[in-house]
Structures are given as C-alpha cells and as structure tokens.
C-alpha cells in the first residue's frame, strides 16, 4: 500500500516556475515507477511525466518537455516536479501517481497502469 500527498502548488504568472512535491508512505516506495498527470477544468486527465525507480530514466508529454522536470529521492520517499516557463495552458490539478508493474516508461503514459493516487494539487497561471 501506498499513500501519495501533493503539495507546491499555487497561483502563479505565465514564465513563473513552480516546484510541486509529493510525499509517498510504505517501504517498497523505491520499487515503484512514480508519474504526474494533470486534468484542466472540463478536460480528460493527461499524462504529464513519468521516472523508474531508479530515478535514471524519464519520460515526458511533448506539451511540458524541456519545460518540467521530473526527480525523485527514494531515501525521502519524495517525488518532485520542477516546473518552468509556465503557461496559461499548464493550469490544472495535478496528480502523483505510483504504478508497480514492470515495463518501459513509455507504457506508463496512461494512467490505468497506475495504483495509486494522489488527492491532487491546484496549479494556476495566469496569463
């Protein structure tokens, strides 16, 4: 079992940065691939980013790449979401995910293949 809190989001200006956490509970946290997705008032939730276990390999939507950067610190049960050069079209809520199936990064772009949630943290920015 694994519990997820989000937390650093905020209202910020396009071109502000951002660095959203989540903290993680359960001893086998190193064991799992963590995502970020994020859902837009009257959207689908979208994929956003993606790190293995390690913390070696990432993947990334095309909408935040070269923008957002994902991190983790398995000695902290942490995972981190750097966020720069905003964009009005960032604003929605974020969610941390743990998936605990093996498999490529590619493959965890969706997020049937997550376990477990987040409540979710509010990003806003205004243009």
């Known amino acids: 079992q694994v519990q997820l809190v989000e937390s650093g989001g905020g209202l910020m200006q396009a071109g502000g940065s951002l660095r959203l956490s989540c903290a993680a509970s359960?001893?086998?946290?190193?064991?799992?691939?963590m995502g970020w997705f994020r859902q837009a008032p009257g959207k689908e939730r979208e994929f956003v980013a993606a790190i293995g276990w390690s913390g070696g390999s990432t993947y990334y939507a095309d909408s935040v790449k070269g923008r957002f950067t994902i991190s983790r610190d398995n000695a902290q049960n942490m995972v981190y979401l750097r966020m720069n050069s905003l964009k009005p079209e960032d604003t929605a809520i974020y969610y941390c995910?743990?998936?605990?199936?093996?498999?490529?990064?590619?493959?965890?772009?969706?997020?049937?293949?997550?376990?477990?949630w987040g409540q979710g943290t509010q990003v806003s920015v205004s243009s």
């Open positions: 359960g001893r086998t946290f190193s064991t799992y691939t």
């Open positions: 995910a743990a998936a605990g199936s093996p498999g490529p990064l590619k493959l965890k772009g969706v997020d049937s293949v997550y376990d477990y």
